[in-house]
């Protein structure tokens, strides 16, 4: 009876004068190619050790795809509803077939205007990627406070877009059983970053500012008391962003940022980073199973990135990087990125790429005993392209390459070499 009562609630909805006819709508990112090594081999990739991207110019190894799908399902005067989706594939684009599990990145609903006393705003529940900001040409996602969550965004406050969130991302951390003779346990422990972000105060002429501030915490179950003594369970993230638009015909965006404890981190990007353990011997999940690297230490970076136009035929990207992780146990690190790209066109389809690109990673703990390395990396590609308009972002492109990358560390094939060539031909598009 229930079963039948659901049934004609659900055709009445599909009836209703507000319920409009799904028309999805298909976007999505891919990237593919061949490629091989000069010392034999297929195609290698190169990344400084200690550093959380790359310059990915004739620098990316595999097959990757996002597939999403929305539709819009309701309107309303002002008021809309729609559902939004997203999986996520990868493979090493070796064989003919490669078996790849779906990631379901993207899962949620978005309704405009539905709180009445905020127009303008967006009501949103699911998972998602909450408002990334990415540097494609280091394909660096440097806020990204994605996953299950749920929020509202762009509530008008006059000087700026007000946008508050709730997103869960969960770890593995130790905890006290509280059983006689059992000791410490390893076990999930649900991540809850709190977001609240302020866009689109208005600085200068085309110039406006962006303040990010984050709270991230590890919630303990009834039955779990979380100690681990020099580990942090929260901290927090803060950014200012400024982006100048109409600069040399492109745009200019300036961040800095700061982390604390449980949020900090090379990379860091506004979500929890989750804890580390060394498996010190085999034995039952005892306090002597695991040691727990610390996460207690502070973060800054300052990220310079954008485009401009060098002339009607040629532009520039570039990204300018650097970022400071002081650990109290002395095992932070700093990065130094920079990178330019110039592209000339020499027709609305054809033109040719330089990616240059130089990174040094120094540890806290190098020259020390079982310390880490320092490390640098340069790597330099060329490109040929044939793509779909002049712009730097047009795609679909085709492209046949050359990368030549050095290093201090052996990253080639041949076990005595630090550096090494590469070439292919690859495939990039976005719709």
Not at 19 to 31: K, L, S, V, W
Not at 61 to 67: D, K, P, Q, R, S
Not at 349 to 367: H, K, P
Not at 386 to 394: D, K, L
């Amino acid at each position: 009876m229930k079963l039948k009562t659901l049934s004609i609630a659900i055709a009445t909805a599909a009836m209703s004068s507000q319920a409009i006819a799904a028309t999805p709508e298909f976007n999505g990112y891919m990237r593919s190619g061949i490629g091989a090594t000069g010392s034999g081999g297929d195609q290698m990739c190169f990344q400084a050790d200690g550093s959380p991207y790359k310059h990915r110019l004739g620098n990316e190894c595999e097959t990757y795809a996002e597939i999403a799908l929305s539709a819009p399902l309701y309107e309303e005067g002002n008021k809309s509803m729609g559902v939004h989706t997203l999986l996520a594939h990868s493979v090493d684009q070796r064989n003919d077939w490669e078996e790849s599990p779906s990631a379901v990145r993207e899962m949620y609903v978005s309704g405009q205007n539905m709180v009445e006393s905020f127009e303008g705003s967006n009501l949103w529940a699911g998972k998602r990627f909450y408002q990334r900001r990415d540097v494609h040409q280091i394909d660096y996602y440097y806020l990204a406070n994605a996953g299950a969550g749920a929020g509202i965004e762009n509530i008008d406050l006059g000087f700026a877009k007000l946008s508050a969130a709730w997103v869960r991302n969960t770890s593995e951390a130790l905890f006290d059983a509280n059983i006689a003779g059992e000791g410490k346990q390893m076990a999930e422990f649900s991540g809850n970053n709190l977001d609240l972000r302020l866009d689109g105060i208005n600085t200068n002429s085309n110039g406006e500012l962006g303040l990010v501030g984050i709270y991230g915490t590890y919630s303990e179950a009834d039955d779990q008391d979380f100690r681990v003594e020099n580990q942090k369970d929260s901290g927090v993230f803060l950014m200012a962003e400024h982006t100048q638009g109409n600069f040399f015909g492109g745009f200019n965006k300036l961040s800095v940022a700061y982390a604390s404890d449980a949020m900090a981190g090379i990379g860091a990007s506004g979500q929890l980073r989750g804890f580390s353990y060394e498996e010190v011997e085999a034995a039952p999940l005892d306090s002597g199973s695991y040691l727990a690297e610390s996460n207690q230490g502070s973060w800054y970076r300052i990220l310079n990135w954008g485009v401009v136009d060098l002339t009607d035929a040629a532009a520039l990207s570039y990204v300018v990087n650097y970022e400071n992780y002081d650990k109290d146990d002395n095992k932070g690190s700093t990065l130094f990125t920079v990178g330019v790209r110039p592209q000339y066109n020499w027709n609305n389809n054809l033109s040719t790429i330089l990616d240059l690109g130089y990174d040094i990673v120094e540890f806290q703990d190098a020259g020390i005993a079982n310390g880490s390395e320092d490390n640098k990396l340069a790597k330099i590609t060329v490109a040929q392209q044939w793509q779909a308009g002049p712009n730097v972002f047009a795609r679909p492109a085709l492209r046949a390459f050359a990368t030549y990358a050095k290093s201090d560390q052996y990253i080639s094939r041949d076990s005595s070499s630090k550096d090494e060539v590469t070439f292919g031909f690859q495939a990039e598009a976005w719709w």
